[in-house]
């Protein structure tokens, strides 16, 4: 079973619009941790967002929020007022706790273009 | 934030050829470094988790002996492509982590690799 599932392959948005990317993971893990990478173009993996399971509140990060269902085990990304620089491709990842290597387990990845 | 350096970022060399990607982390100790792989359109796939002092452990079907994995100190760590074949072409991209679980993995920029 796929640990990390991003079901939408690609994602069109509107310039200033807000957007949601969509998440799932399984594990059966207590303590693990959620992560949102964006890859532009130019293939760098750049951070932006961590939550942890324990973590009750939601994180966010600028425009960047993670709306956490830990039961639904979801953890999709909000990005909101979204702009141009914002086309690249996201992936979702988890760490889980009992993995002492802090291994990443990645999603295939959304690819987001924002339209002007 | 934390910064990790890969050089070189872009490789183009024949058949036969040895390649050697540097990964470092500017900023901080990286307790673990780990070294991807990514196809085109493909999300990242972990080769092998790299500790500072110990051998690499290497995903199942990575091949230890093409992919030699040095970490000789807690900022730098080597991926040797050895007699690269065009096969072997593709984009890597390395990350390292300090201490702590939710510590985010910080990636480097990535080398594309090409092999005529």
């Known amino acids: 079973a796929q640990k990390i599932t991003q079901t939408q392959p690609g994602m069109f948005v509107q310039e200033k619009e807000a957007v949601t990317l969509d998440c799932t993971y399984d594990t059966s893990d207590q303590s693990y941790g959620l992560f949102w990478y964006k890859q532009p173009s130019s293939g760098e993996m750049i951070f932006l967002i961590y939550?942890?399971?324990?973590?009750?509140q939601n994180a966010t990060e600028g425009r960047y929020s993670l709306n956490f269902q830990k039961a639904r085990k979801s953890a999709n990304l909000v990005i909101s007022a979204s702009q141009l620089g914002d086309s690249a491709m996201y992936f979702c990842a988890m760490r889980e706790g009992t993995d002492s290597s802090y291994k990443l387990i990645f999603g295939s990845g959304t690819r987001l273009l924002v339209r002007p | 934030g934390a910064v990790v350096s890969q050089h070189p970022s872009w490789v183009i060399c024949k058949s036969g050829t040895s390649v050697k990607i540097e990964c470092r982390s500017l900023?901080?100790?990286?307790?673990?470094m780990f070294w991807y792989r990514q196809f085109p359109k493909q999300s990242l796939m972990l080769m092998a988790t790299?500790?500072?002092?110990?051998?690499?452990?290497?995903e199942q079907g990575v091949e230890k002996d093409k992919f030699l994995i040095n970490h000789a100190s807690l900022t730098l760590s080597t991926l040797t492509v050895t007699s690269a074949h065009p096969e072997d072409s593709s984009f890597y991209i390395c990350?390292?982590?300090?201490?702590?679980?939710?510590?985010?993995?910080?990636f480097g920029d990535g080398t594309r690799l090409s092999i005529l």
């Open positions: 790299s500790n500072e002092g110990s051998k690499a452990t290497y």
């Open positions: 990350s390292a982590i300090g201490q702590g679980i939710n510590q985010p993995q910080h």
């Open positions: 900023d901080f100790q990286a307790t673990t």
């Open positions: 939550q942890g399971s324990y973590d009750e």
